[in-house]
């Protein structure tokens, strides 16, 4: 065990004391660490000294509770700092038999984080600190342009190029589906759907994906080819087998007549015995290479029904590839499109802002983010407003934009966003947006 002073113990009593009121205020809640001391103050020595193995950080579960050394688990939910203190203390000199002079000193070591969602550039989990407030932490989050009303150059041509790449990209993957399909309905070329507004698809993204399609047909085509080859081969062995196993079957039956003329010579007293014994060798010899012959020929037909076997199994390999890759470009499509769709609503939200003068701050009218704080969860939660609220550890903010007031305004609500920005050639000319937006 580490010990410390007389000196020591008066300095941390007074930090503790200057505390105090923070710590009577702070509740604990799920998702805080705390930091676990225990002293003991030792009368004789005039000294207090410190437990070292009950030293711990203690992590509030999601059901609110902390695991104390020797008590077990501890209900520590919406308790004051003091409070677990004193619980954790008494536990300990009721569990271990120590006198009244041991004292457990609980801090907060990491507080629980606070949450920002909504109209913010990065919206999550950051850390709490005390005196954090609402303005200070949608400042973390990248609360910006749309924020606070005001857009800047560097902003325009961020999203000009977000807008750009997310049509590419978008672009790319509907091609792909289409060279996917193609391949899997056995076309040559791609059938390409019309686009939105009429114009053509791009010449060099069709050229590059046809050139692909063609370069899956032929190679498949080669392969194809090379199982037909085969099994033309083989079909041509079995040809010549049959031919080979017709010529046998003749020369079998002439063995067999010279055998049977051989044996009847012998009966007669004409010829030797040794004359049958060789006329039945050639029989069996002749015989022999007839099982042979008709091996090969099941072995011919055994490779063509191989063959077949491959082709189906070619055919089936690159279906089932083709599908699975089709699944896969169409759920990138879809995650596509959705982030196009988002940036086109929030590009025309900021040429509304352009257009009411909000880009150059000339309009004094345009409203602040309306935030709103939940404190709490369950039927104690509470909702606050104001951007100078205090947080409080696990605070949820949600950031919101007002919306825009005005005929620009009206007009952009009643739009699609999937067709993209209204075009400058269709608005007054007092009205066209920027050129960096009009382009999209």
């Known amino acids: 065990m580490s010990t410390y002073g007389w000196l020591f113990c008066v300095f941390a009593g007074a930090g503790l004391l200057s505390s105090a009121a923070r710590s009577d205020a702070y509740r604990i809640g799920a998702g805080d660490v705390l930091s676990l001391r225990v002293l003991e103050w030792q009368p004789v020595e005039g000294q207090a000294v ?11 579960d999601s059901e609110g509770m902390v695991t104390i050394p020797f008590l077990g688990r501890i209900k520590a939910d919406d308790l004051s700092l003091p409070d677990l203190s004193t619980v954790v203390a008494e536990g300990l000199q009721d569990r271990l038999a120590v006198s009244a002079s041991l004292d457990a000193v609980i801090e907060v070591a990491t507080y629980r984080p606070v949450y920002v969602a909504g109209a ?7 850390p709490f600190r005390p005196g954090l407030t609402v303005a200070q932490l949608v400042a973390q989050a990248g609360g910006g342009a749309l924020g606070t009303g005001t857009l800047d150059a560097r902003d325009m041509l961020t999203r000009d190029g977000t807008l750009r790449l997310l049509q590419l990209d978008a672009e790319r993957l509907a091609l792909r589906r289409a060279m996917l399909q193609a391949a899997i309905d056995g076309q040559e070329t791609l059938t390409l759907p019309p686009r939105q507004d009429g114009s053509a698809w791009p010449a060099d993204l069709v050229s590059s994906e046809n050139r692909v399609l063609r370069l899956r047909n032929e190679r498949r085509a080669r392969e194809l080819l090379a199982l037909d080859d085969q099994i033309a081969l083989l079909e041509r062995e079995i040809e010549v087998l049959n031919e080979r196993s017709a010529a046998m079957e003749r020369l079998i039956d002439s063995a067999r007549k010279e055998n049977e003329n051989a044996q009847s010579l012998v009966d007669r007293g004409l010829a030797a ?7 039945e060798r050639t ?4 015989e022999a290479q007839s099982l042979d012959v008709s091996t090969a020929r099941l072995r011919a037909r055994q490779g063509i029904t191989q063959a077949e076997a491959e082709k189906l199994a070619l055919r089936d390999r690159d279906l089932i590839e083709d599908t699975r890759e089709l699944q896969r470009v169409e759920e990138e499509l879809a995650r596509a499109v959705s982030s196009l769709d988002t940036q086109q609503s929030l590009a025309i939200a900021e040429s509304g802002l352009i257009l009411r003068g909000g880009a150059t701050g000339d309009d004094p009218a345009l409203p602040e983010p309306e935030v709103t704080i939940l404190r709490g969860q369950g039927g104690s939660a509470i909702r606050l407003t104001g951007l100078e609220t205090p947080l409080e550890p696990g605070d949820v903010v949600s950031v919101t934009m007002p919306r ?13 966003p999937a067709s993209g920005l209204q075009p400058a050639a269709s608005l007054p000319a007092d009205q066209a947006p920027p050129p960096a937006l009009a382009s999209q």
């Open 283 to 286: 029989v069996a010899l002749v």
């Open 273 to 279: 015995t040794a004359r049958v014994s060789e006329t």
């Open 404 to 416: 825009l007031l005005g005929q620009w305004s009206d007009d952009l609500a009643s739009q699609d």
């Open 50 to 60: 410190e437990w070292d193995a009950l030293r711990a950080n203690l992590t509030v």
């Open 120 to 126: 913010v550039r990065t919206p999550g989990e950051y």
